[in-house]
């Protein structure tokens, strides 16, 4: 079945250093790759997308692209900020449906 | 600004009470997920619907969950008899089926169970 691979955290970084959170996938097809986000108390965001290999998402300075030759969409963030604190789900759709498969999450902190 | 609703957004209840949660999904989107949250198991999808319909249940213990669809602005989820190991934040989700399916979280409902 499909299944969704992040690095595991915590992450914890110094304000403007650069993150980049791993994650890659299983799946049969051309699923479509998401990259939500959780801050604390609060249900999931979406932050950004991609439907089709190379697809390049971004969002707030985010960026990950979808590279279907080694299966991944890896998290980037140049310079990160002390409210990028959060946890970040990677998740895919497969081709058909809409039923979405999580990554088990990375918490991410960044400290002044 | 189109927003899920969840309700209640706490519950602390004891062992074997009857435990209901509530969802509006944003008006117009046909498909809602029922999700629940927890440190040991992540992000799990308990069930989902379709124009009110159940596509998938197979994510929840089936004995004591149960999931419905009154109308098309309310999804309920209930546990009966509600159990400790129930303890945990439960979201609720909705979208439109399409070939983007981006799902729009609700602020959850966290739940213990003593």
């Not at chain 1, 699923?31 to 971004?58: H, I, M, N």
Request: glycine share 8%; proline share 7%; with cysteine.
């Amino acid at each position: 079945g499909d299944s969704v691979t992040q690095m595991e955290g915590p992450v914890t970084l110094s304000e403007e250093a650069f993150l980049t959170i791993n994650c890659t996938y299983t799946a049969t097809g051309y699923p479509s790759l998401f990259w939500y986000v959780q801050y604390p108390g609060e249900g999931l965001q979406l932050l950004l997308k991609a439907t089709k290999a190379d697809d390049k998402g971004s969002n707030k300075g985010f960026e990950a692209t979808y590279r279907k030759e080694t299966t991944s969409f890896h998290l980037e963030k140049g310079s990160v900020q002390v409210s990028d604190s959060a946890v970040y789900f990677c998740a895919l759709s497969p081709a058909a449906g809409n039923k979405l498969t999580f990554g088990g999450g990375t918490r991410v902190l960044v400290k002044p | 600004d189109a927003r899920v609703t969840q309700t209640p957004r706490h519950k602390v209840t004891e062992m074997g009470q009857e435990v209901t949660m509530r969802c509006q999904p944003i008006l117009g989107h046909n498909t809602v997920f029922w999700y629940r949250q927890t440190m040991m198991q992540g992000l799990e999808l308990l069930a989902y619907f379709r124009n009110r319909a159940p596509l998938d249940d197979s994510g929840m213990p089936k004995d004591r969950f149960s999931a419905e669809m009154p109308d098309a602005t309310l999804a309920t989820l209930k546990i009966q008899p509600s159990e400790p190991r129930d303890s945990a934040v439960y979201f609720c989700a909705s979208g439109l089926p399409g070939p983007i399916d981006t799902q729009y979280f609700g602020p959850g409902t966290r739940l213990t169970v003593l």
